[in-house]
């Protein structure tokens, strides 16, 4: 029964991405702002639904149930496609560039399908398809169309690069770090995403927070990026020694 709750947990994304959907449809300032809401809940379920799975030994206890599938169908959509959705039906990329929004599809779809995708070692393999935080982003601090479109391709072209990223969720004191980090930094969104976005004065006050809240994947990428060039050097350092 509690393996069972625990997928029924996970599914709660299922439902969370169709009301996303409804919203995006919407096309309201007030409708997107709930969406950015709802994918930062679905982020904090995909977050915590391992954790409950690994107490319940849930592939023991449920074998024939596959939840990493489930988990990803959800995932597809509340960290690429509804996110990428929302980027078009608000506009934020510039007339006549909305064809650049096939390129993270594509690229998403390339990454969920690898099976090195999640490294030994504990870390993502190319970037790990955080859309919803690109679109959430571009959205808010309202960046020249040159720099959204920069954006979109560059963060395409680094999920074929295989760089290691951080898996907060997973075990090592750096990955605890990272995830004692994104609790207060998931605060600070969820606040901003709880004001009134069509009041000017408001409106303004989350745009500096989601400024302020850029600590965190500042962290993020800059010790990712760092853990790979660590590793890339010892690599070569290995090759050199070894001929």
């Given at each position: ?234 690599r070569r350092g290995q090759d050199a020694l070894s001929r």
């Open positions: 029964m509690l393996a069972w709750c625990v997928h029924g947990y996970t599914a709660l994304g299922l439902v969370i991405a169709a009301a996303i959907a409804v919203l995006i449809v919407e096309g309201t300032e007030a409708s997107f702002q709930r969406a950015f809401l709802l994918m930062l809940v679905a982020c904090v379920i995909d977050a915590t639904d391992g954790t409950l799975a690994r107490l319940v030994k849930i592939k023991e206890t449920l074998p024939q149930f596959d939840g990493a599938r489930l988990d990803d169908i959800i995932d597809f959509q509340t960290y690429t496609s509804l996110p990428l959705l929302l980027i078009w039906r608000a506009g934020v990329l510039p007339e006549g560039w909305n064809w650049c929004l096939l390129a993270p599809l594509v690229a998403s779809a390339y990454g969920f399908c690898q099976t090195s995708a999640k490294t030994d070692d504990g870390y993502f393999l190319g970037f790990p398809s955080y859309w919803n935080l690109v679109a959430l982003y571009l959205y808010y601090l309202q960046l020249p169309g040159a720099v959204a479109v920069g954006s979109l391709l560059f963060f395409a072209g680094l999920t074929f690069v295989p760089l290691r990223y951080l898996y907060p969720t997973r075990r090592g004191w750096l990955n605890l770090v990272s995830f004692a980090l994104a609790l207060p930094w998931t605060a600070l969104l969820a606040y901003a995403l709880s004001l009134n976005a069509t009041h000017p004065d408001e409106r303004a006050h989350i745009r500096q927070l989601m400024i302020a809240s850029l600590y965190y994947p500042a962290y993020y990428f800059l010790v990712s990026w760092r853990i790979s060039l660590r590793i890339w050097m010892q």
